[in-house]
């Protein structure tokens, strides 16, 4: 079957949020196919533990192509212990570069407590700017109010939260049904 003939799954945000010492990632359970709800209260947020160091992950996209990007960016930090942005610079350049890998459908917004970085299948690992990344089909609502609230009071969590109920609020492929990951702080 033709991938464009298919109406693909739809849905999730994934918001990074850095600030005071805490960064912390957040998703929404909410997975759609087309304009039916298919489950909403899916993982998107995941701790991974390379090497005894914690990294968290947010995926956007393809469930099972995520899970292959995640298994991919463990191995990087394993043979790279401590160095997020260089194990993704080596995620990203096989991904543009394999063939196999080239056809995943998945983005990635990652952080050790120190770098927050979003990692494509177009070959970037970008470190957002005012400390706030956000990806899926509803990352640019959460971004917007995240943007808006970051010089106020709110720790990263709560931004994170409020962010992610706002985009809930707007994007129909996203819900309230969080997943919060927190490192620091």
């Not at 039916?36 to 701790?47: D, E, M, Q």
């Not at 350049?93 to 990635?108: P, S």
């Amino acid at each position: 079957m033709d991938r464009d003939q298919f109406p693909g799954w739809h849905g999730t945000t994934i918001i990074g949020v850095r600030k005071g010492g805490q960064v912390v990632v957040a998703g929404d359970g909410q997975v759609s196919l087309g304009q039916t709800v298919i489950k909403g209260t899916a993982r998107k947020v995941r701790r991974l533990s390379p090497g005894g160091r914690e990294v968290v992950a947010g995926f956007a996209g393809s469930t099972a192509d995520a899970f292959t990007l995640l298994e991919r960016l463990e191995k990087k930090l394993e043979a790279a212990p401590g160095q997020l942005a260089r194990a993704c610079v080596e995620l990203a350049k096989d991904w543009r570069t394999d063939k196999y890998l080239q056809k995943l459908e998945a983005m990635l917004i990652v952080t050790d407590g120190t770098d927050l970085l979003v990692v494509t299948g177009a070959g970037d690992v970008l470190e957002p700017e005012h400390d706030v990344a956000a990806i899926g089909s509803g990352g640019n609502y959460a971004l917007a109010a995240a943007r808006a609230l970051i010089d106020g009071d709110l720790d990263a969590e709560a931004i994170a939260r409020k962010a992610m109920a706002i985009a809930a609020e707007i994007c129909v492929y996203t819900n309230g049904n969080l997943t919060v990951e927190r490192i620091g702080g």
